[in-house]
């Protein structure tokens, strides 16, 4: 059975959708922080502004054609290389050094034409402000043509001639508001697809049919509500316990079975009271039902059923009473239970007994059904007794709230003890949980009506 917890179900994009649409509050929340983070980036963001410029030097000789010597264009290209173009600038727009933002060497590109006639810089920078952006461009420009004429000076005769090209230099808003809003929303759905990624791949909870009668290699049974402490009558009238008795019934119709075990994998899972409200729902369709509390573990049968646990398996076993003693009337048509009696009793003793044995083959005499309400098979070893004993086994089931793990090792340990595992029942349905696998309400019960 333990193989079935790593195989029997892998990833399904149907189901993480519905859980995505079940955790809504969640990926809500997240959307939301999203959104509050992208604006407030909006709103709060520094204004950037980019220049963008080429600045082209020609030289023309006396006669005023354009010529540019060799000795010029590498020292000029050199020149700027070394950043002394860059380092004037900066001094003319920042003469104390006091500049929090200035041009850096990456902002600044050197080309020059085939025709080795004119020579270009070109110049991208941001800043904060459309002032600061525009002090910084006239600061090159002096500079470039500081640093031009002095070098032309001293490398050629010709007259230089350093211009803008292309007109004015392009100002442009480049603050990436809209980016960094369409960001943060893009983040908060990125959030909460990874919460209920996590949520999903970490989920090993018994939450759906096909999980269930996997691990149990039992068909499902029924699916009963998570209502607390209703009316046992009522409980009895609802349209999961209706489906449970009906399912027992043809399990025991030809007689061969009439005792069934019903228990869990651990305590908590409301076996004792399912087996109370089936045997009033069994009573009221016409069949004599025995239910025994077999539960020594919680002892909880006797408070369903609203009667007194002052006798029962312990006083018959150890001779203190007879098997008409211990036999009570708790007020439902054709119902009559035995409970377990004096609690220090050891439940071994009670259930390797001879007179256990009898009883049990008295009652399926006597009784059309006799329900037998089991401890949690991972909490005591009780059922190495009882399984053995009875025709047919139920294993319960906490929807949303049991470990396959604990299902899977209950399963297999009532088969080895030789079980017969012959239905699965979901307790405390929630349709909260139910959402999150597809399962709304009546919903749930049309994927399998039409198998009982």
Do not use: W
């Not at 264009?73 to 002394?84: A, E, F, G, K, P």
């Not at 929807?399 to 079980?419: D, M, N, P, Q």
């Amino acid at each position: 059975m333990e193989e079935n917890i790593n195989t029997e179900e892998n990833v399904s994009l149907k189901a993480f959708f519905r859980l995505f649409r079940a955790n809504a509050l969640v990926v809500a929340v997240c959307i939301i922080a999203g959104i509050v983070g992208g604006l407030a980036y909006f709103f709060t963001a520094k204004q950037h502004y980019t220049i963008t410029v080429t600045m082209g030097i020609t030289c023309k000789d006396d006669s005023g054609v354009n010529r540019m010597s060799t000795a010029y264009l590498n020292t000029i290209v050199d020149s700027c290389r070394q950043n002394y173009v860059l380092e004037e600038a900066n001094r003319l727009y920042s003469p104390n050094g006091s500049s929090v933002k200035q041009i850096l060497p990456s902002n600044l590109n050197v080309t020059y034409d085939e025709n080795r006639v004119s020579y270009y810089i070109h110049v991208s920078y941001e800043d904060e402000s459309e002032e600061l952006a525009t002090e910084k461009l006239n600061a090159l420009v002096e500079a470039v043509q500081t640093v031009g004429a002095e070098l032309a000076s001293e490398v050629i005769t010709y007259s230089v001639t350093i211009t803008p090209i292309g007109g004015t230099p392009q100002v442009a808003n480049n603050s990436n508001r809209t980016v960094g809003l369409i960001a943060g929303i893009a983040a908060g759905i990125v959030l909460a697809v990874i919460i209920v990624f996590v949520l999903y791949m970490t989920d090993d909870k018994v939450k759906t049919k096909e999980q269930l009668e996997a691990l149990t290699s039992a068909k499902l049974f029924a699916v009963l509500g998570s209502e607390a402490g209703a009316d046992l009558a009522k409980t009895a009238e609802s349209d999961g316990m209706r489906r449970l008795a009906d399912h027992v019934v043809i399990l025991t119709e030809s007689g061969e079975k009439k005792t069934v075990l019903f228990t869990s994998a651990v305590a908590g899972e409301r076996v004792s009271e399912t087996v109370a409200a089936l045997a009033v729902k069994l009573g009221e369709i016409g069949k004599r039902v025995l239910t025994i509390d077999l539960n020594f573990y919680e002892d909880d049968m006797h408070s369903f059923l609203g009667a007194e646990n002052t006798m029962g398996l312990s006083e018959y076993v150890e001779g203190k009473a007879t098997a008409e003693d211990i036999v009570s009337d708790p007020g439902y048509e054709n119902v009559r239970a035995i409970f377990r009696g004096d609690r220090s009793t050891n439940p071994s003793s009670v259930l390797v007994s001879e007179k256990f044995r009898t009883l049990i083959r008295q009652a399926k005499d006597e009784y059309d059904i006799v329900l037998l309400d089991g401890s949690p098979v991972l909490a005591s070893s009780d059922y190495l007794y009882v399984a053995p004993i009875a025709d047919a086994s139920v294993l319960c089931t906490a929807y949303g709230k049991t470990k396959r793990a604990y299902v899977a090792e209950a399963a297999g340990e009532l088969i080895r003890s030789g079980a017969v595992t012959e239905g699965a029942v979901f307790t405390l349905y929630s349709a909260k949980i139910g959402r999150t696998v597809g399962y709304k309400g009546e919903t749930f019960y049309a994927a399998y009506e039409s198998r009982k």
